[in-house]
Each structure stands twice: as C-alpha cells, then as structure tokens.
C-alpha cells in the first residue's frame, strides 16, 4: 500500500484529521483540488467551540491561538433595544474562542510542512474505487497524468460538491436539507469592534450580527434577500442598514470604515447519512452544512475529526474495528443535535418572507423568555460552547 490513509481535502478539518494521524504514527495523502494560496484566502468562520480550541491544542497547534486569539464568555441576544446577556462561563464553567479559520487552516499548513506530509494541490478528476476490497483505490489527474494511491482507508473532507460523498450510491445515502430564503451579506472591516462580546441581533427589519477577528478587525453581517449581489450594496449602504438593526447602545458605539471584503453566503441545513461507505468515511462539508447562525460549521467538521481520528489509530495498530464502526452512528448524533440548535438559533432570529404577525411575536416571546429564564440561557450557552464529545 501507497499510504494508510488517503484524505480528500486540504482544508481545515482534513489537515487537522492528518495532523492528529501523524502524531499517532499514521501516514497519510492528501489531496487538494485548489492551491494553498486559494484554500488560504477562503474567509470562514471564526468561532470555535472550547472542545475545537483542546483539539488544536492536543494536535499541537495551538500555540498561536493561544497567543493571538481572542476568550470570549458570552454574547449577547437582542430584540430592538433588549440585550440578554448569555454568560458562558457563568453558565457553564467554559467560553469560546475567537480565532478564524484562516489562521486555523494556516497553523495546520506550518504543522504539516514541518512533519514532512505530502499534501498534493491542484489534483483533478479525483476517483475512489475497491471500498470492499482489502486496500481501496484513490485515482487522480495532475499535471496532466494520471496518479494512483493504494491505502487501508480514505476519508473524504473534500466539502459539499466533492466526490466522497457522491461516491456513496444514491440508493444508499439519505439526504435531508432545508433551505433558508434569505442570506447572510459580510464584510471584513478594519474599525474597532462594536462591542467585547458577539451580538446576535433580532430587528424589524431583519437580523444582523456583529463578530470581530481582532480589536482592530470586525466581521459584521446582515440578513439579505439571495437576490441580492455584493455589488448592490456600497459600504455606505451596509452600514447604514447594520446600525438600523442594532440595539441603539451599540449603534451608537459603531465605527465605519471601508469594507477590505464583501460576500454573501446562502443558508441551508443539510445532512447525508451514513458517513461511511467501505474504507471511505465522510467528514465535515462533505456530510453536513448548517446555517452559520450557531457558528457550529468549522466546530461540527472537528468533533467529526475527533470521533474518526481515534477509530483509525485503533484500526491502524491494534485491528480493532468497533470504533470504526460506531464511527458513523457517534458522529451522526452529535450532527443532529448541532442541527437543532443552528435551525433553533436561525428561526428565532431570522425574519422569512410571507410570515405572518404571530412569527413575529414568537421571536419576541422566545428573546423575552431567554432575558427571564436561567435555564433557557444555560441551555442555549450550553449548546453554544459546544456539547460534549
């Protein structure tokens, strides 16, 4: 065999799965169809969950998120000038980190150069074959040639449009997906952050949340019609429209500047089943999308990292199968679990097109329930710092 292990997907979640193999022993491939310079710009997430921050650490690479990025405890949620506060650490003994995904996804690329890892960019044409057979078979084009990889296993990190999970038979697989009618219009700033802490905030004329990556970088959204392009909306226009739907406290706090990026991403929740076909396991983007609203994308493709990483070192060196085949089965119900929570999080924020005035009220109803209720605060903080693995 070429390697133990062939990953599919350079991005965060399967460095992170070849990081965590290395360290254990376990060679591995993987294969990226973008250069690293694209992976590297792609602007993601930025919150991670104390279980995602102990993984980097345990990986060893964490040194510099611990020098750089940001302990939040709390958040706030709010509806027009109501601000419930959500006390992580008061809540539940634990807090979040602010750190993005670029930075996350560069620490692993350091990490594995140091180790030596192959990690092959701009692969096409990526096939996998003989998932029944003692070794499969990953194929692929580079350069113009046809390569080929032997391996015990592959797994397939290579997001929603890549090849592992349409590897899957359609007979087999079972999709579920809701899609959202609205989507969520960011921009990159460098202007002092509105407050220290994350503001999701419910409005009348739509929701906006206030994130930052650093005190001198902001990463601010608000809700958009998925007709809506970038180019319709001029700096003046975003942030005219984000102070209208902020609390008048923290509007009144907000520093403009230009905008350095502008995107808009669509919502949808999405769930394949099963994560396992063979040797091939599916991991992140290429089994599941949520909507950003509980920012559990990055958190959710980790705790799938974690449940895989230790049944392949248990395959790997002892032959034991039963946590590879729990694996599917572990990971699938914390998935849906974080499905709740980010649809919970999405329908109690977001106005829909066509609602009626009862809608409204229940979004009220719901934040006024949270400002009175420990216990629908500890709830909602629990599942925010992420629930156990």
Request: proline content about 4%.
């Amino acid at each position: 065999m070429d390697t133990q292990v062939v990953i599919i997907g350079g991005g965060p979640s399967g460095l992170l799965l070849s990081q965590l193999l290395n360290r254990a022993g376990i060679a591995t491939v993987v294969l990226e169809r973008s250069s690293r310079d694209h992976v590297l710009s792609r602007i993601r997430a930025g919150i991670l969950e104390w279980g995602t921050v102990e993984l980097l650490r345990e990986a060893g690479v964490g040194a510099r998120m611990d020098a750089e990025g940001y302990p939040h405890d709390g958040c706030y949620m709010t509806d027009a000038d109501l601000m419930v506060h959500i006390d992580f650490r008061e809540l539940t003994g634990k807090r979040v980190m602010v750190y993005g995904q670029t930075e996350v996804t560069q620490d692993l690329y350091a990490a594995q150069d140091a180790m030596g890892t192959r990690v092959i960019h701009g692969v096409q044409d990526v096939t996998i074959n003989d998932l029944d057979q003692p070794l499969a078979v990953v194929e692929y084009t580079l350069g113009g040639e046809r390569k080929r990889l032997t391996c015990a296993y592959v797994a397939g990190c290579d997001g929603f449009h890549g090849v592992s999970r349409k590897t899957i038979p359609e007979a087999k697989r079972r999709e579920f997906e809701r899609v959202y009618p609205f989507g969520w219009l960011g921009i990159l700033s460098q202007t002092p952050p509105v407050h220290d802490e994350l503001i999701y905030a419910n409005s009348p004329h739509g929701f906006a949340l206030a994130s930052m990556r650093n005190q001198a970088l902001v990463r601010y959204y608000v809700q958009v019609p998925l007709t809506d392009r970038p180019e319709d909306w001029s700096d003046a226009r975003f942030w005219a429209e984000f102070s209208r739907r902020l609390p008048s406290e923290a509007a009144a706090r907000l520093v403009t500047g230009r905008s350095i990026e502008k995107s808009i991403a669509p919502l949808r929740s999405f769930v394949s089943e099963p994560l396992r076909w063979g040797r091939l396991f599916l991991v992140g983007d290429a089994a599941h999308i949520v909507p950003p609203t509980g920012a559990k994308g990055l958190n959710l493709a980790v705790s799938d990292v974690f449940y895989l990483h230790q049944a392949l070192i248990q395959a790997l060196t002892t032959g034991q199968q039963d946590a590879i085949d729990a694996y599917s089965g572990r990971a699938l119900q914390r998935i849906w679990k974080a499905m709740r929570f980010s649809w919970q999080m999405t329908t109690m924020l977001h106005r829909f097109d066509g609602e009626d005035a009862f809608a409204e009220q229940m979004r009220r109803a719901t934040l006024a329930h949270l400002a009175q209720s420990e216990t629908a605060r500890r709830d909602l903080a629990e599942n925010y710092v992420g629930l156990p693995y």
